[in-house]
């Protein structure tokens, strides 16, 4: 157990202070810079750097959950799943930069406030523990869609990373649904749907 606790606090300190790496080219790498407004390009690069602190919480949500799981298979699964945000964390945040933004200064803040939260998930078992996992992962994703649509008409580049990574998101609730994930109480989700507003319209500012 204190292997796994050095490993993941030493996870959480790259998550917040090093680059992100992507084993997958970045999505729409390759595409040409098309012309935006200066306003437009500072609306995007604020919705990329939303869609980055909400990675950061994935990471911490992530480790948390492993930490507290009793089961190998889903460890692995949340292991796999914590590797695919990490990629998610490493376009959102060239993707800023190219915008000429930056990402949340609360970014510490929301880390330490998921990873409480992945601990305590895990605390009520594996199904509930999944439930949590894939709750968290339709949120996402919905999150994701509305951000499809809020994009500047242009900015094709940021469309095409969003896209995959809605497309990662649903499939992560999926596999933690066919982990035998319980359906969370409404209460639960709503609970959740007020925390990631809280999130989602802060990092937008700041």
Same mark, same amino acid.
């Given at each position: ?78 292991? +796999?799943? =914590?590797?695919?945000?990490? &990629?998610?964390?490493?376009?959102? #945040?060239? @993707?800023? %930069? *190219? ?56 900015? +094709?580049? =940021?469309?095409?990373?969003? &896209?995959?990574?809605?497309?990662? #998101?649903? @499939?992560? %609730? *999926? ?32």
């Amino acid at each position: 157990m204190i292997d796994q606790v050095i490993t993941q606090f030493d996870k959480g300190l790259r998550t917040l202070l090093a680059p992100a790496r992507s084993v997958r080219p970045i999505p729409g790498g390759d595409l040409p810079e098309e012309p935006m407004t200066d306003e437009e390009r500072r609306h995007a690069a604020a919705l990329m750097r939303v869609n980055h602190c909400g990675e950061i919480c994935a990471q911490a949500l992530y480790q948390g959950q492993a930490l507290i799981s009793r089961d190998e298979s889903v460890r692995r699964e949340l292991q +796999q799943a =914590s590797n695919e945000e990490t &990629e998610h964390l490493a376009w959102t #945040e060239h @993707r800023i %930069a *190219e915008l000429g933004g930056r990402t949340s200064l609360l970014n510490p803040l929301w880390y330490v406030g998921s990873l409480v939260i992945g601990l305590v998930a895990g605390r009520f078992g594996d199904r509930w523990n999944l439930g949590f996992l894939a709750e968290t992962e339709h949120q996402v994703e919905a999150h994701l869609r509305g951000h499809l649509d809020r994009l500047p008409v242009n900015d +094709q580049k =940021s469309r095409v990373i969003v &896209e995959q990574m809605k497309a990662d #998101e649903a @499939r992560h %609730a *999926e596999t933690a649904l066919g982990l035998g994930a319980h359906e969370l109480p409404a209460p639960v989700k709503a609970a959740m749907k007020l925390a990631s507003r809280v999130m989602t319209t802060t990092t937008y500012r700041i």
